[in-house]
């Protein structure tokens, strides 16, 4: 019997959650620098993400803050990769 993952490389967990298009874009925005998790500055695409970390970046024009809802096992579609996050705030409206 398989044990489930207790954490999942930073990175990779970006790639389900289809931040990127590449596992490789995803290490590279990493490395650049810009993403926090739990507040702590990270630049190491090897970092450790667990279940309730929060994870903050900029993409684009936007400052994205999502907690960790689960692990992924695939890069699956949209939805299934929605499911891996909630995002906390609500991004400012465009009036």
């Not at 207790?6 to 931040?19: H, K, N, S």
């Not at 309730?52 to 939805?79: K, N």
Request: glycine share 8%; proline share 7%; charged share 25%.
């Amino acid at each position: 019997m398989e044990r489930p993952a207790e954490w999942e490389r930073l990175d990779v967990w970006l790639w389900y959650a289809r931040v990127a298009k590449t596992r490789a874009l995803c290490a590279r925005a990493v490395a650049a620098g810009g993403f926090r998790v739990n507040r702590a500055p990270v630049d190491k695409p090897h970092h450790k993400l667990r279940v309730g970390d929060v994870v903050t970046y900029v993409w684009g024009e936007q400052v994205r803050v999502w907690q960790v809802a689960a692990l992924g096992s695939r890069r699956g579609p949209p939805e299934e990769a929605r499911a891996l996050y909630l995002t906390i705030g609500a991004p400012p409206s465009a009036s």
